[in-house]
């Protein structure tokens, strides 16, 4: 009980630090902003004869690399939130790390957390402030997949609203799910460095490391088992109609997650604060 109400204690007090220093509001208005330009990005696509081809089912066919079922599921989802889905899922590893990068960092540059360490667990410090950066995700995420939403409502034709909102709500849910890998991720790297700074810059590298390592894994042979050690591996089976290929893809994030987490939970219980 007393661990649950520190890191209770932790989460608010974090979700309020964040809110209220304007940077919660900007990263508001950059994923805001970044989701509607998605949004018109489709709208002004659906114009054309692609928008038309993606329409016509051809870019189910195309994203299912041939998986007849996939297909399937892909062609029941209204292709703007499906192209808003991919879309957040492009992003949402900057985003979270932009979030969050010095989310412990810079406590321990400070020194502030010295305050803390005497009074409560590390680990539910830890942990509290993982779980303020999801909600915060929570929050973001769905304010942007309502403007998608908005937008395709009035620039794209003959889309059915009932579809739309089912899979923007279902979809919107399994990205949280997605992003919660790279919140544990980034508490990890926020752990391992003292500056602020060099914690941003650990973060972008190993972003990037990570997609040239799925990048390597899909082109070169010897490589490919490499690819199941990587969070994005596991995004297009969040959507699979099998069921446990799903609930396989599910596990594997919340697994990257748990592993991320007990990582930056033994560096703090390591490190002299």
């Known amino acids: 009980m007393e661990l649950g109400r520190e890191i209770i204690e932790f989460t608010r007090t974090d979700l309020a630090r964040l809110f209220r220093s304007g940077k919660g509001l900007v990263l508001l208005l950059l994923y805001g902003l ?24 051809l870019l189910a066919a195309v994203a ?15 292709v703007p939130v499906l192209f808003a889905y991919w879309f957040t899922l492009f992003v949402m590893p900057l985003l979270v790390l ?28 830890a942990l509290g402030k993982a779980l303020a950066q999801l909600i915060a995700l929570f929050g973001l995420s769905l304010v942007a997949n309502v403007v998608v939403l908005g937008v395709s409502l009035v620039s794209v034709p003959n889309i059915a609203i009932g579809p739309a909102v089912f899979w923007l709500v279902v979809l919107w849910l399994l990205s949280i799910i997605y992003g919660l890998a ?21 973060g972008a590298v190993a972003l990037v490391g990570l997609g040239i390592v799925g990048l390597l894994g899909r082109w070169v042979d010897a490589l490919h088992p490499l690819v199941y050690l990587l969070p994005g591996t596991y995004s297009s089976g969040l959507i699979s109609p099998n069921a446990a290929t799903m609930g396989m893809s599910i596990l594997a994030l919340v697994c990257f997650a748990v592993v991320f987490l007990g990582g930056a939970i033994g560096v703090l219980r390591a490190r002299d604060l």
């Not at 990005?41 to 089912?57: I, T």
């Open 34 to 57: 970044v989701e509607g330009a998605g949004g018109v990005l489709f709208a002004v696509l659906s114009k054309s004869g692609l928008g038309q081809l993606m329409n016509s089912g």
């Open 98 to 125: 932009l979030m969050g990068f010095d989310q412990i960092s810079g406590e321990l540059s400070t020194r502030s957390v010295r305050y803390l360490a005497f009074r409560s667990r590390r680990s539910s410090w």
């Open 64 to 78: 299912s690399g041939g998986d007849q079922a996939m297909a399937e599921r892909l062609q029941q989802i209204p």
């Open 182 to 202: 790279y919140v544990a991720l980034v508490t990890l790297v926020s752990t391992l460095f003292r500056t602020p700074f060099l914690a941003l810059v650990a």
